[in-house]
């Protein structure tokens, strides 16, 4: 298989060009677009047929959910039932945008798509170009990040034909992704309400809906991104937390010992710290005080490890505040428990 690139304003997208992509989903084959968070690999959400092309193209486990996304806010309707007040608040305050609600599943969903659970994840993304596939496409489209299983979530298109190029049909390229990370999940399901995954969306931002809402710290997969070893490059982590000189020092220490140990390695690092390490190999991913351009750096930054091929990477922590806790779940995600685990 051929991927073909088809490139779109994001601003003003072509309906023309829109309209043969929409086309390419109509008839049960894959589409990577970009949202405003990362890019999606799309296929009709009602056709099991065509979901099981996204798990096979992604080497994803069957038994990790989809996420739905809709352009209508009146669709939710089609793909979830027992929509409440509360989930109508919450639409109505952060759709569209980069917030995903687990909610118990209409009959119309197939299994494939929620991994056999009696729930689906959907949500209504803020940009054009998908607003306008899913439109044309006259289906919900499901969209897992369109990358590897398990690797860093793809900003740009040239980050999808990285993983898949000749794996599916289509991919728009639509310039890069704004805010860089996933959506929040929620899930309405059970009481009380909490967050499966942090993203786009804060937790300070939720409670002002649902004051009570805290993050998940259970076991289980009840929704996309929940797997303990997730969104990773090639290279293991290492996370150094905390901020300022002690941060720093500490990275020193651990990148002296890699040096003298022969491994190839990088550093992860906010930007004030760009000048303290030297001749060392790294990579800016914002200001501390930045989440938001952190957040839209970090799986590009951890992609460009990969194409220097280090065998490690040191990654500055950044405050679990807003975005940065979005931020700090994935490269968790991502890392090795301790440096005796490199």
Known sequence: MVTEILKIDAYAPDISK????????????????????????????????ACAKIFQAKKRPLEDPLIVHI?????????????????????????????TLVLKKQEA???????????????????????????????????PSANLFGRPSPTSAQHVLEDLD????????????????ESTIVDLTRE?????????????????IIPQIEFYKKDGILSAGMYPRHYAPNAKILIVEGNGKTQVEKVK???????????????????????????FNVKLFGPGNDAVLCAANLF???????????????????????LGAAIM?????????????V
């Open 166 to 181: 000749g794996k599916i049909d289509l991919v728009i390229d639509g310039g890069s992704a704004n805010i860089g990370v």
């Open 300 to 322: 590009s930054a951890l992609r460009d490890f990969d194409q220097d091929q280090v065998d490690v990477i040191i990654a500055e922590g950044v405050k679990e505040e807003g």
């Open 109 to 143: 969903i197939p299994d494939i798509v929620t991994g056999g659970l009696d729930t689906v994840a959907v949500r209504m993304p803020n940009y054009k170009i998908a607003l306008s596939l899913i439109k044309e496409a006259k289906t919900p489209v499901a969209a």
């Open 253 to 279: 220490d651990l990148a002296r010992e890699f040096d003298l140990r022969g491994y190839r390695f990088g550093i992860l690092a906010k930007f004030e710290n760009k000048d303290r390490y030297g001749d």
């Open 18 to 49: 829109i309209k043969k992509a929409s086309q390419i989903i109509k008839e049960g084959a894959l589409v990577a677009f970009p949202t405003e968070t990362v890019y999606g690999l799309g296929a009709d959400a009602l056709n099991p047929v």
């Open 192 to 208: 009380p309400f909490s967050i499966l995954r942090p993203g786009g969306i804060g937790i300070e931002e939720l409670r002002r």
């Open 71 to 99: 352009a209508d806010k009146q669709d939710l309707f089609k793909v979830a039932r027992e929509v409440d007040k509360i989930t109508l608040d919450l639409i109505g305050e952060f759709w569209p945008g980069p917030l």
């Open 329 to 341: 779940d994935r490269l968790r995600r991502a890392s090795v428990v301790s440096e005796k685990d």
